[in-house]
């Protein structure tokens, strides 16, 4: 008999690992280690901590997010509001808190507390804006249509994780970026393009909010 983790349990645990996360990053930046196996230890701990939140955060919202219930008008506007949020909250972050980095570590506290309410930000407003993008991929789905959602998650988790290993943003210049991490940026720009036209749902919005949505996604990709 299938058994689901309590609720309970899951809303103590995702802020306890939030803050354990936070305590790792400003004790390696206070203390500064130089014994290499416990500062390789303590970030490795660090990122199992970020996996169990993204695991906890994931389950919260299966249980209580549920997109596949509403309009496709309604699903667009809350995706929008997400991304927008998301977008606004960075933006008075890095103005308010004005953090330095120097080759990928933090220069001064203020770099670790933006490092951890971005991290915070982007996983509880991306993972619904994922859930809620496959709900509107896969509305009246063509045949094709899970394959190229699988293959874009597929390059999506590579291109993430060679980011996260060269510790610098993807580029599309295989001259000037890391070579894999352009070529991955490139293909999961070319699996986007072909996830687009896989799917139908923009055709039952009325003209008027094709537009609107038209504009909010190009102001927020120019932005971001």
Do not use: H
């Not at 008999?1 to 103590?12: A, C, E, S, T």
């Not at 930046?29 to 660090?46: A, E, G, Q, T």
């Not at 295989?174 to 139908?200: E, K, P, Q």
């Amino acid at each position: 008999m299938k058994r689901d983790i309590p609720l309970k349990l899951l809303y103590v645990l995702a802020p306890l690992l939030v803050v354990a996360i936070f305590l790792i990053d400003s004790f390696l930046y206070l203390v500064r280690f130089d014994i290499s196996l416990i500062v390789f230890s303590l970030k490795n701990l660090r990122e199992i901590l970020i996996l169990l939140f993204i695991v906890a955060w994931y389950f919260i919202l299966r249980r209580k997010f549920l997109p596949e219930r509403w309009s496709i008008a309604q699903r667009l506007g809350r995706l929008a509001l997400l991304l927008t949020v998301n977008y606004v909250v960075i933006f008075l972050l890095d103005r308010l808190l004005d953090p330095l980095y120097m080759e990928g570590a933090y220069e001064n506290f203020q770099a670790v507390v933006y490092a951890n309410l971005v991290g915070l930000l982007g996983i509880l407003t991306l993972t619904p804006t994922m859930l809620i993008l496959r709900t509107l991929i896969f509305y009246k789905q063509r045949r094709t249509t899970r394959l190229y959602f699988n293959l874009f998650l597929v390059l999506l988790f590579l291109t993430s994780l060679r980011v996260y290993m060269v510790g610098e943003p993807p580029g599309f210049e295989l001259g000037n970026a890391d070579t894999l991490s352009a070529i991955l940026s490139i293909l999961l720009l070319i699996s986007t393009v072909l996830l687009a036209f896989r799917t139908d749902w923009i055709t039952y919005l009325p003209r008027k909010q094709k537009w609107i949505y038209f504009a909010v996604g190009t102001v927020l990709v120019v932005q971001v």
